[in-house]
Nanobody, 119 residues
Framework: QVQLVESGGGLVQAGGSLRLSCAAS????????MGWFRQAPGKEREFVAA????????YSTDSLKGRFTISRDNAKNTVALQMNSLKPEDTAVYYC????????????WGQGTQVTVSS
């Protein structure tokens, strides 16, 4: 497993942008699929985006395509989530997660970072 620490959350006005970052520890970071999830108050945690170990493939929730972009830097052991044109409904705690390529379970999670979008 890897240890994950998110940063970059905060308060932003609707229409603004934020860039979340997740720093991972461990020498095998590049072998993990990385993902972002979010959980809004009173709602279940939902998938936001994921990126393959090499960064060549990305996946995201259809409703967020065009606004949210996931990327990774294996040399720095980081994964980022660029969020543009933010809406109040994007308000949530955002979590970074990792899973091995052969394991469908997201085994490692960060502590989360709060994103609040004001109208």
């Amino acid at each position: 497993q890897v240890q994950l620490v998110e940063s970059g959350g905060g308060l932003v006005q609707a229409g603004g942008s934020l860039r979340l970052s997740c720093a991972a520890s461990g020498r095998t970071f590049s072998s993990y699929i990385m993902g972002w999830f979010r959980q809004a108050p009173g709602k279940e945690r939902e998938f936001v985006a994921a990126i393959s170990w090499g960064g060549g493939s990305t996946y995201s929730t259809d409703s967020l395509k065009g606004r949210f972009t996931i990327s990774r830097d294996n040399a720095k052991n980081t994964v980022a989530l660029q969020m543009n044109s933010l809406k109040p409904e994007d308000t949530a705690v955002y979590y970074c997660a990792a899973r091995a390529t052969i394991d469908p379970t997201w085994a490692s999670w960060g502590q989360g970072t709060q994103v609040t979008v004001s109208s």
